[in-house]
């Protein structure tokens, strides 16, 4: 585990509905684009820099109430948008992790990147894993 | 704002659809297009109903459920 906490390497992709979509579309959907995502617990749900969406050319399929530091004592409204989410395996025999249709919020710019990181994976998509923080050997384990 | 008609008639249908709270509604303009018990399969006859035009997905809540993120991000409205 880096400096940074429990981060990994995730494939960001239109969601499988919306790649048929645009298939029948006679439109080839974009590639998957490769971001680093920080594992947050302190995340109800998956949250991704807008940049990323934008090269998708996603447009938004949904609203939510969100509260962050940033939003104060009030949420905010916040765009959702769905996604596949691809997080391959430790190993090339590992099975990577897959969420064809993941909805996720979006980020505003700026907010994330200084961080480091492209995206947070929330409890939305841990609720499907196994999680193992162990902080005496700096190492983290997602099982799925 | 994007998706506006939609939430306008999300939250006007809102009482009639509070008997599948906790399911998730999927709407295009003014019609109401259906309730799913997943958010995946409400995507999925999304797109297989309206194709890449504007739908709206939502969770069935009569007191709307915020998410919570403790990081610091601002959350993004397309204006």
């Known amino acids: 585990m880096g400096p940074d ?65 940033s939003t104060g004592s009030l949420p905010h409204p916040c765009d959702q948008y769905d996604i596949s989410l691809f997080i391959p395996g430790a190993t090339a025999a590992t099975t990577p992790f897959q969420r064809p249709n ?7 710019k700026d907010s994330l990147h200084p961080q480091g990181i492209q995206g947070l994976i929330g409890r939305d998509v841990l609720e499907h894993c196994l999680l193992q923080y162990n902080g005496a050997t700096g190492s983290f384990t997602l099982a799925y | 704002m994007a998706l506006e008609e939609e939430l306008a008639t999300y939250h006007a249908k809102l009482p009639a659809l509070t008997a599948d709270e906790g399911k998730f509604v999927l709407i295009h303009g003014d019609e109401v297009a259906g309730v799913f018990t997943s958010s995946e399969d409400a995507i999925k006859i999304g797109y297989e109903k309206f194709k890449l035009e504007p739908f709206l997905v939502k969770q069935i809540r009569a007191v709307e459920r915020a998410q919570f993120i403790t990081r610091f991000v601002e959350p993004r409205l397309v204006p």
């Open chain 1, 5 to 69: 906490g429990p981060v990994v390497n995730a494939y960001i992709g239109v969601s499988l509905a919306r790649f048929a979509a645009l298939t029948d579309d006679g439109q080839e959907p974009p590639p998957p684009i490769l971001i680093h995502a920080l594992i947050d617990t302190g995340a109800s749900c998956s949250c991704i820099e807008p940049s990323i969406l934008e090269a998708l050319h996603l447009t938004p399929i949904g609203q939510v109430p969100t509260y962050t530091p």
């Open chain 1, 102 to 108: 993941l909805l996720v919020i979006a980020a505003n």
